[in-house]
């Protein structure tokens, strides 16, 4: 019989190793880090919106529409006398709820059907013909389509992105799954006779964590770029709730008399992509194995 106590702690040290590498490689990435601390910023101006906020975002004043940015009006106002900052502040909310919980949702899915398709290969066959189809619609025709179907809502926004963004996931993992299963230690785990569940769990699933962790970075990234291209053209979250695709759309007909009302949103927007993407490639150089010494 097996002795799985011998094989317990080998996803532990799967995990410690992932941990190590990112103590020792992180702190000499300076981008990386940087993204870190743009993050952490949006995300401190978002939860204390309430306090950050100088006005009511929703509060309508005429006499004010489209001025610049001024001591009074940091961002400036909008078409509708509104305040750009304030609007800014919980657009932020938006952006990172979607992204959060899109991740969050790819990722347990992308895991736990990517396992199944990479290890039995009769599940393979029919999971990734699907998988396959989903692929071949472009992102943004799948999410403007799965809209189209149901009410404007940001549950629905986060669905229908978690649907065009879950298939990579799942390819990502069953690729990983499938290089796994021929290792050797894999195989002699299959012959000694380990249940399914150990050999996944304890010789698998922790060299999946890795490149996962990685990938849901850019799962993220996708998602807040979704949400905002789905707000632009109407079929994201309700035109009354402040979010940078919605204060983008219906900033663009002022473009040229208010270029704040477009640019503010828009460069909150890429700078929250780029931290993220630049985290992500800081953290896939310190867990890429040719880049690190043994542990």
């Known amino acids: 019989m097996p002795n799985d106590n011998l094989q317990t702690p080998s996803m532990f040290l799967g995990l410690r190793s992932i941990g190590a590498r990112l103590v020792r490689q992180m702190p000499g990435n300076s981008l990386a880090w940087l993204g870190v601390l743009i993050l952490v910023l949006i995300t401190i101006a978002a939860v204390a919106a309430p306090l950050l906020a100088t006005a009511d975002p929703q509060a309508i004043n005429p006499i004010r529409r489209l001025r610049p940015p001024s001591a009074q009006h940091w961002f400036g106002t909008d078409h509708l006398g509104r305040d750009?900052?304030?609007?800014?502040?919980?657009?932020?909310?938006?952006?990172?709820?979607?992204?959060?919980?899109?991740?969050?949702?790819?990722?347990?899915?992308?895991?736990?059907?990517?396992?199944?398709?990479?290890?039995?290969?009769?599940?393979?066959?029919?999971?990734?013909?699907?998988?396959?189809?989903?692929?071949?619609?472009?992102?943004?025709?799948?999410?403007?389509?799965?809209?189209?179907?149901?009410?404007?809502?940001?549950?629905?926004?986060?669905?229908?992105?978690?649907?065009?963004?879950?298939?990579?996931?799942?390819?990502?993992?069953?690729?990983?799954?499938?290089?796994?299963?021929?290792?050797?230690?894999?195989?002699?785990?299959?012959?000694?006779g380990t249940p399914v569940s150990n050999i996944l769990l304890r010789h698998i699933l922790p060299s999946t964590v890795g490149p996962l962790v990685v990938?849901?970075?850019?799962?993220?990234?996708?998602?807040?770029?979704?949400?905002?291209?789905?707000?632009?053209?109407?079929?994201?979250?309700?035109?009354?709730?402040?979010?940078w695709g919605n204060i983008i759309s219906e900033g663009r007909s002022f473009f040229l008399l208010a270029w704040w009302v477009v640019l503010v949103p828009g460069v909150l927007l890429s700078i929250t992509v780029l931290a993220v993407n630049v985290l992500g490639d800081g953290m896939r150089d310190a867990l890429d194995p040719r880049l690190s010494r043994v542990i």
């Not at 969050?104 to 199944?116: A, E, F, K, N, P």
């Not at 799942?170 to 990983?176: N, Q, T």
């Open 215 to 243: 990938q849901a970075t850019y799962v993220f990234a996708a998602a807040i770029l979704i949400e905002a291209a789905l707000s632009f053209l109407g079929a994201g979250v309700p035109s009354n709730i402040p979010s």
């Open 84 to 192: 750009l900052w304030s609007r800014a502040v919980y657009g932020a909310r938006i952006s990172l709820v979607v992204g959060v919980a899109v991740t969050t949702i790819c990722v347990s899915i992308g895991l736990l059907v990517g396992l199944v398709a990479g290890y039995w290969r009769i599940a393979d066959a029919i999971i990734m013909r699907v998988v396959d189809g989903l692929m071949a619609i472009p992102a943004i025709l799948l999410a403007v389509a799965l809209m189209a179907l149901t009410r404007a809502s940001l549950g629905n926004v986060i669905f229908a992105i978690a649907v065009t963004e879950t298939p990579r996931v799942i390819r990502l993992v069953r690729s990983l799954v499938l290089s796994l299963r021929e290792a050797t230690y894999v195989q002699a785990a299959i012959t000694s």
